[in-house]
Every structure is written in C-alpha cells, then in structure tokens.
C-alpha cells in the first residue's frame, strides 16, 4: 500500500513521494552529550527507527543521519543561556571533549539496548565546524546582521518564517515566541543567532575563529549544514521530538531558506525537507522526566529495576507516535507481561528454517499489517496483526518463521532471537542470589512432594517478598517480580 505520513509543515496526511526515486533520506536531529538521555529523549529515536524500518520494509535505498551536538545547544531550549557542554564541563571540572565522548557512548550504548539501527552516518557536530562558518558567510550578507554578542538571523527576511510552530500551535502547542531570548539589538524578537561570539575577558574550551569574531556556532546552524552536507537540499523527511517544532526546527527552515534562495513555505520542499515529522511526548506525573530533578529516569534504571529495555520499547510501539505516551511502573510492568507472552510464541519458531512468507494463509494478516503501518506508522494495529501472526495454529512451521520475521523487521524488537531466560534481568537492589532462589525452589518442590503445602506456600511467600515469582509447572521455574 502506499506509505501516508503526517506532514508537520503542512499539516496533512500525505503520500511519501521520495526525492530521489527508490531512494529515501532521512535527518533526524540526535542528542546533545552533556548527560544521559532520559526514556523520554530515547521515544524520538525509537520513532525515527521505526520509520527507517517502514521505509526499507517499502523497499527504498535509506539513507538516515543523526547528528551529534557537541557544542552550540543553550541551557534553555528557546535559544537562552550558557552552552550546556560547557555548563557541564565547568560542574564536573572536566574537560568538555571528555563529557562529549562519555555520553555520546553512554546514548550509543541506549541505541543498541533499544534495537536501534544504526544510522548511515552518525554526524558530529564540532568535525563541521569549517562547513558551519562557510554556510554562514554565503548567508551573512542578505539574511544576517552582527551585534556585540555575535552573528543574527533576520527571520524577516525569509517568507512564511514560523509557519511549523503556528501549524502546531493549531494543536494548542504552546507558543514560542515568549520565550526566546531578549537581546539588546535584535531586529526581531525572533531573531536568532548564528554565530555566539567569546565574551571578552572569558574564553570557552570550545571556540574557534571565524568573521565575527571567536566563539562557536549557534545550535540550530549545525542542523542546516549537516543535513545539508550529507542529504542534500532538499531532502525526504527531517524527524524530531516535538518540542523542535516551536523553535528549533522554523529556525533551522530559515536558514535552509536562506541558503538555498528558496520563496514561502506553501511548497514544503522550500524548507530544506519535503516532510517534518515529529514525535508527542512520553509523560511521567511524578516529573522525573527532567534531568534537572536529579534521579531522573533513563533506560539503565528501567534496567536497575528488572526490566528488559525492549520492553520500553514495545512500550513506545503501544501507542501512536503522535499520541503522548504516558508512563508508570505498573504501565511498563504490563508491556513486559506482553513482551514476554510474544517471546514465549516466538520462541517455538527458533531453529526453524524459514519458508516462504507468500502463504494465502497469512495474506490477511500481512495485509493488515502493511496497512497499518502505511498509514501514518500505526503501530499500534500493526502490533496486533503481528501477534494474531504469532498465535496462528496449523500451519507450516517455517513459512510462520518468515511472516513472523518480516513483520518484526519493522517492529524491531528482535524476538527470534530472544528466550524468556533473557528476559528475566536481575533488578540491582535484589538481596538473593540465583543459588539461593534455586535452592529454596528445590525446598518448595521436596515439600510439595510431601503434601506439605504450608511449608510450600510460606517459601513462596518469602521468595516473593524478595521480588521474586516462584513459576508452578512453567519450565523456566522463576523470574524476578518487577516492581
């Protein structure tokens, strides 16, 4: 079926028409490295997977670029603030490339727990710098204006600028302009800047020369000219979470405006992308979704507690990426219940040579599917074609391999190659050992033997007050509670 996605510029639903036929190139706006990504940061990269997916299960040539934002980005999303690199650097009293190459490893590290692909190109922002100050220069004379502080964009200047953050202000997103960053000579309060000059008397562990004096390049710069750089203008499909839809994103399609001396945004192409995707927000009522609040909650801590990581990802597959996905412990403990449930179906189909996944028995099924995830990525019906596939009964073995690995091809969550045994994660806090957990059953299962059920059911009771399930006729016996 044809693939329909929702385009955030446009605000329609509309068929994926690539660029470049049977091609399809994708930019996807990466991490900032100043501290771990929390499971809210990690939905976007989930969804940009899962759109890779969807795209190859089309069967395009994919060309996906993530950036890496070593410099530039500011404390305040709205274009406020010191240079989070450099605002961690100075706390840990460490130098800035070390905090750059610790948590770009502790994101990639998240990336493969997640079964996330990788990407064709991983883009790192401070290898651009060069390109960044020549993309400036061929912009600098119509579009920009100099201050003290540094180099500004006149977002006068480009036709229809702000037109995604009204689309979604449509949405009763909240408006920006409020909260960008008032300063003294802008021409508009809209203005952004390009390039952020050293202030005198100080000097940063990452700046570079350049016309407008020493300093480092604005966040939203390098985003234009690595996307730029390594697609082309202009491109297929930029993705992001959706709170790059307010500032970040109109201020990246000014620049691309700017530099490829395109008119209005009613050709959505003119942005530098033919389509802007962006994915809701994963919410969490107890607010530990900020890493301002200390012990905020990243995948490792999902992991602390005992759950598998594809557990949260399934989780984010649950629901629409454009819906706001809300999560709680008992939420995730349930997904879990279900990840497991499939692992159990699939676990029969391991060892099996696959067959032919052109089966009449299963069109239905794989009709429903595409269907699903032609429309707008609909993971949540594709999920549940994909688990009718899963049960399916009286059927070639190997033929049910294949339908199975098709449909998770897009999923991502790698079921054939998983057991239940790797599902059961030792939560960090667990004050029993595997031995002891093993020799209580053996207890438990001598006083079973017996008919000595009280015996039987005060060691289960214990067990279970050490988070852990004593499993009654199941092969794998027990698992830790999660909870």
């Known amino acids: 079926m ?15 028409e ?16 100043y501290n771990y990504p ?3 940061n990690m939905r976007a990269y989930v969804f940009a997977d899962l759109l890779g997916r969807v795209l190859s299960w089309k069967g395009y040539k994919l060309t996906h670029v993530i950036n890496i934002t070593d410099v530039g980005h500011l404390t305040d999303d709205a274009d406020a603030g010191e240079d989070k690199m450099e605002k961690m650097a100075a706390e840990k009293a460490q130098s800035i490339w ?5 948590y770009t490893q502790a994101y990639w590290e998240d990336v493969k727990a997640l079964n996330i692909r990788q990407p064709a190109e991983w883009s790192i922002a401070t ?3 060069d390109r960044m100050i020549d993309f400036a220069k061929q912009i600098a004379d119509k579009h920009c204006y100099e201050l003290e502080s540094g180099l500004y964009f006149d977002t006068s200047t480009v036709a229809d600028y702000g037109r995604l953050a009204r689309a979604g202000a449509e949405d009763g997103a909240e408006e920006s302009r409020g909260r960008i960053e008032t300063v003294e000579g802008k021409r508009n309060a809209a203005d952004f800047a390009i390039w952020r000059k050293t202030p005198p008397g100080e000097k940063r562990q990452m700046e570079w020369d350049s016309p407008w004096g020493r300093g480092a390049p604005g966040w939203h710069l390098e985003c234009s000219v690595m996307s730029g750089d390594l697609l082309g203008f202009p491109f297929d499909i930029h993705t992001g979470g959706i709170d790059h839809r307010e500032i970040h994103h109109p201020n990246e399609i000014a620049q691309n405006q700017a530099f490829c001396c395109t008119n209005g945004l009613s050709v959505a192409a003119n942005s530098g992308a033919r389509i802007w995707m962006h994915n809701n927000f994963l919410v969490e009522r107890s607010g530990k979704m900020s890493k301002s609040a200390g012990e905020f909650l990243r995948l490792q801590l999902l992991i602390d507690k005992g759950y598998h990581p594809l557990a949260y990802r399934l989780m984010c597959l649950q629901a629409h990426y454009r819906s706001e996905l809300e999560f709680s412990w008992d939420g995730l403990g349930a997904t879990l219940t279900r990840l497991k449930r499939m692992v159990m179906a699939a676990e029969r189909l391991q060892g099996v040579e696959e067959g032919d996944p052109a089966h009449p028995k299963f069109a239905p099924l794989q009709e429903k ?13 594709a999920l549940t074609a994909f688990e009718e596939a899963l049960a399916m009964k009286k059927v070639d073995a190997g ?11 897009v999923l991502g969550l790698g079921l054939l190659d998983l057991t239940r045994a790797d599902l059961r994660i030792r939560p960090k806090a667990a004050t029993i050992s595997e031995a002891e957990i093993e020799d209580a059953l053996e207890r438990r299962k001598a006083a079973r033997a017996e008919k000595d059920f009280a015996t039987s059911d005060a060691i289960r009771d214990e067990l279970a007050a050490r988070g852990v399930d004593a499993m009654d006729g199941d092969p794998l016996g027990w698992e830790w509670k999660a909870g």
Do not use: W
Not at 2 to 16: I, V, Y
Not at 27 to 33: A, F, I, Q, R
Not at 400 to 407: E, P
């Open 2 to 16: 044809p693939l329909k996605l929702f385009n955030s510029l446009t605000r329609k639903l509309e068929t994926f």
């Open 18 to 33: 690539p660029v470049h036929p049977g091609e399809a190139r994708v930019y996807s706006c990466g991490p900032t490295v």
């Open 38 to 40: 929390h499971i809210g």
């Open 98 to 102: 070390d905090i750059a190459q610790h």
């Open 127 to 129: 290898r651009y710098i």
């Open 369 to 381: 599917f595409d269907a699903a995830i032609s429309d707008d990525l609909n993971t949540p019906v």
């Open 399 to 409: 033929v049910k391999r294949a339908v199975v690995a098709r449909m998770d091809a």
